[in-house]
């Protein structure tokens, strides 16, 4: 067999179109599967620019994987969307050969689809590692790389925009697939990536493209972690994903390797351990509730109870909720703490309870049937029990999240968007979900005596509920300027310090919101005698 057909047996066995890219970035030679792969014939391509092969949003990255190229050196597999018509997507190897007078030689595949292009998000980034690292069949690591001066090159870039595609593209060229990259700090970025040669050496590449391109000055450094051979099993993914989420926040990214694997393989113990724990303590109810009055402003008198979930510490639940959410715990505490409220309820009838349920549970038919057939047999909860949807993880499908709360609505029980303007709860909430009420983010509240943005907002947002008919109550009401403020801008509800904190028993004064009100009266007095 000629030596030619030889090596292009070998190339067509791992790829399904050959092409040759000229150092002036046009197609010079093409061979293979051009329509199935690019939607355009091999024979059409040559003389083509590569740029109109792939769609723009990937551009940068190609242009940082070619500039990356030393000669005798080999980049990829990046997975990129395909230009035109064909809207697919093809995987992409490319080697720089020494004798090709610069020329780029690049074997091209048809591939499945995947994630945005950009940088990816932390919590996408979290997800996404964590199904590469548990499924991919080469061994992976996860990548530190910081680099010192991006910051201030950023600052100095005559096109910001221009520059940030550049900086994407350069990170996403060196990590696993082109995708699974983010940024964890001003300079400092984690990626997943292939062990095939050292961290250092991906970090000056990725410095050398940028320096190139006019950001001088840049220091490059990396750290990595192998994480071969994870479990496929869906908690191990889970806990994975979460000792990620500790090991980004912790920003190592000047651990040395050793360092770094010891934080990974501490915080897999330590998640694997605490949700175990967290297990039982659902199943056997070793948490307590909380109670923190809500008070109406038109009448001063006590409305409803918020329902607050504590696991025997005074620090905040919130990390233990975001566990539980990732470590497919939600469900079962929502329905614990559903349980544990109804039993609250029929001790003392007097009592109106405000629940809260995560998103992930809400979008569970098996949350809401169990909670509808609870329901269905306690018929004095009816009119007494509202359901928070907290903010904590977002909601995808809100038509579906809507038919869910319509059907508790209908057993006789209001819904509230907790913590709207923070978090997921956001503007499509409001316009896709049927909601009794909306919580105000305590963020807005807190400034809102001193007019402003916060104010404004907080303005419009009333208005536009009033509209809508839903009602609005405002959280973290903690002084008596905020709560003239609030009613002033037409809030239904206040709940706060200035009321309350949360308590293991509910408070039963219905006048407690008057209280606030006399408190109120009383500072304006003081400040019009002091004048």
Partial sequence: MPSAHRFLGFGFAAADLLLEVRADGQVSFALGAGEAVLGVQDRALAGRPW????????????????????????????????????????SL???????????????LARAGSRGASGLQGRETFEARAAELMAGASQELELAFVELAGLSGAAAAAQDPNRFQSLVAGALRAQAYRGEAATQVGPDRFALVRGRDEPADAV???????????????????????????????????????????LVLKDGLAHALPGDLSQ????????????????????????????YQPVVSLESGDLHHHEVLVRFGSNGSPFPTIRMAEEMDLIEPLDMAILEETLQALQRDPALVLAVNVSGRSLMRDSYVEAALDLLKSRPWAHGRL?????????????AAADRRLQDLRAAGCEVCLDDFGAGAASLAYLQQLTLDLVKIDGRYIRDLAHGGREATF??????????????????????????DAVRRAGVHYAQGWLYGRAREAPANDVSIGARGRARAGALAIRSALDR
Avoid: W
């Fill in 263 to 290: 934080a990974l393989d501490a915080a897999m113990r330590t998640t694997l351990s605490n949700a175990g724990a967290l297990g039982a303590a659902i199943k056997h109810r070793r948490f307590t509730l909380a």
């Fill in 458 to 483: 907080v303005k419009h947002l009333v208005n536009m509920c009033a509209e809508l008919k839903v009602r609005t109550l405002a959280e973290m009401v903690e002084t008596p300027e905020a709560e």
């Fill in 203 to 245: 970090a000056q590449r990725i410095a050398r493209v940028l320096t190139e391109a006019g950001a001088g000055g840049l220091q490059a450094t990396a750290a990595a972690v192998p994480m071969t051979g994870v479990e496929t099993r869906k908690s191990t993914v889970q806990a994975l994903r979460y000792a990620l989420n």
């Fill in 386 to 398: 509202m359901f928070e949807l907290t903010e904590s993880a977002a909601v995808e499908d809100l």
């Fill in 93 to 107: 190897t490319a080697i720089r050969l020494p004798q090709n007078n610069g020329a780029i030689s690049c074997a």
């Fill in 51 to 90: 740029q109109s092969l792939f769609d723009p949003e990937d551009h940068s990255m190609v242009e940082a994987l070619f500039a990356g190229l030393g000669d005798g050196t080999r980049a990829g597999p990046v997975v990129l969307k395909v230009a035109g018509k064909a809207a697919g997507h093809a």
